[in-house]
């Protein structure tokens, strides 16, 4: 079992920044792969990107073209914490941000994850 709790959302300006922040318990947090999702009323939950654990102490991420260049995911594993970095944010941006575990699969596929967070809301706007 793992237990996320995530935090930091808020309303920002266009083009302004927020971290978000993903504290997990119950697991060996330098082993997990994690991942984070959106969503917005009436779509289904979107990819926005994953801290891959690939062995020892080495860790890679992965973006949705949508976020590229724009969010860095960074892990703190010694707080049990990962983060979501977002810079020049946007309107459509806008959401209910989750972590999650990731079990097998894609990285990119909501199936592939288990132990979701709660959610945190993001607003963009002026």
């Known amino acids: 079992q793992v237990q996320l709790v995530e935090s930091g959302g808020g309303l920002v300006q266009p083009g302004g920044s927020l971290r978000l922040s993903c504290t997990a318990s119950?697991?060996?947090?330098?082993?997990?792969?994690m991942g984070w999702f959106r969503q917005t009323p009436g779509k289904e939950r979107e990819f926005v990107g994953v801290?891959?654990?690939?062995?020892?102490?080495?860790?890679?991420?992965d973006y949705s073209e949508s976020v590229q260049g724009r969010f860095t995911i960074p892990r703190d594993n010694a707080k049990n914490t990962m983060y979501l970095q977002m810079n020049s944010l946007k309107p459509e941006d806008t959401a209910v941000y989750y972590c999650?575990?990731?079990?097998?699969?894609?990285?990119?596929?909501?199936?592939?994850?288990?132990?979701w967070g709660q959610g945190t809301q993001v607003t963009v706007s002026s």
């Open positions: 801290n891959r654990w690939s062995g020892n102490i080495v860790y890679y991420a």
């Open positions: 119950g697991r060996t947090f330098a082993t997990l792969t």
């Open positions: 999650a575990v990731h079990l097998r699969g894609s990285y990119d596929s909501i199936s592939s994850y288990d132990y």
